[in-house]
């Protein structure tokens, strides 16, 4: 089977069995997930500082799965640390969860709403929505006040807010998508279609999926980020590798 990695870019596997659940609901049977956490790094991203110290482990993975024949690579951050530099090093495609969860968004309806867990979190996203050309589709932000260690010690109610927030976005922002910063579950999928006006897009499904595709067109083809320009690679060995 074809090989995806897909890394946790934090410094513990507390994530690592959820990511394999959904992973398991939804892949094709021809790909072989691989997921994996940092031997060391900061508990989460979500300050600039842990994100810059989670960047060298990050890229020394992402380049030995690339040596080591994988067809695709995953970083599970919203924030997508460290996505550029990833793409300079390796000849694999590196996909972006936010990136693809945008790119998805954007053609399910004429706008989306993100839903955040703090306020902190806004400015990077809204950086990375400019990035990637999606501000005319956005509708708005909507965020629950819960970081991450509070998600992790309370996952109920941090989708219970989900809820709350995505029908706010769409009846009072004028949102047709929402779309998460976090993965959810398949139990929640299942809610959210119940419960929600619109279709709400899982950041961990969306660009798990993404990868399949550009890792089938990178099998097939050849397809990968282009080195001319802004992916161009490095000449000499990169101080973080060596």
């Not at 050309?133 to 509070?150: C, N, Q, V, W, Y």
């Not at 309370?154 to 219970?160: A, E, L, Q, T």
Request: with cysteine; aromatic share 10%.
């Amino acid at each position: 089977m074809k090989k995806i990695l897909y890394v946790n870019p934090v410094g513990s596997d507390s994530f690592n069995q959820e990511t394999e659940e959904f992973i398991e609901a939804v892949r094709s049977p021809e790909f072989e997930p691989v997921v994996r956490s940092l031997a060391e790094g900061p508990p989460h991203l979500e300050y600039h500082t842990y994100e810059h110290e989670a960047a060298g482990p990050l890229l020394r993975m992402l380049k030995e799965a690339d040596d080591e024949g994988y067809c695709a690579g995953i970083i599970g951050c919203f924030y997508d640390g460290g996505l550029r530099e990833a793409r300079e090093l390796v000849n694999m495609p590196i996909i972006g969860m936010a990136e693809g969860s945008l790119a998805y968004a954007a053609t399910m309806g004429h706008k989306f709403s993100i839903i955040v867990g703090r306020r902190k979190w806004i400015a990077k996203m809204e950086q990375n929505v400019l990035l990637y050309g999606h501000e005319r589709k956005l509708a708005s932000f909507r965020t629950i006040d819960m970081g991450i260690p509070e998600y992790e010690s309370n996952p109920g109610m941090f989708f219970d807010r989900c809820i709350e927030e995505a029908h706010k976005a769409v009846n009072e922002d004028g949102a047709e998508v929402v779309v998460l910063s976090e993965y959810a579950n398949p139990e929640f999928w299942e809610r959210a279609k119940r419960e929600l006006e619109a279709p709400i897009v899982d950041p961990g499904v969306v660009c798990w999926k993404f990868a399949e595709m550009a890792a089938d067109m990178y099998e097939k083809i050849g397809y990968s980020h282009s080195k001319v320009g802004g992916y161009e690679a490095p000449q000499e060995r990169a101080p973080v590798l060596t």
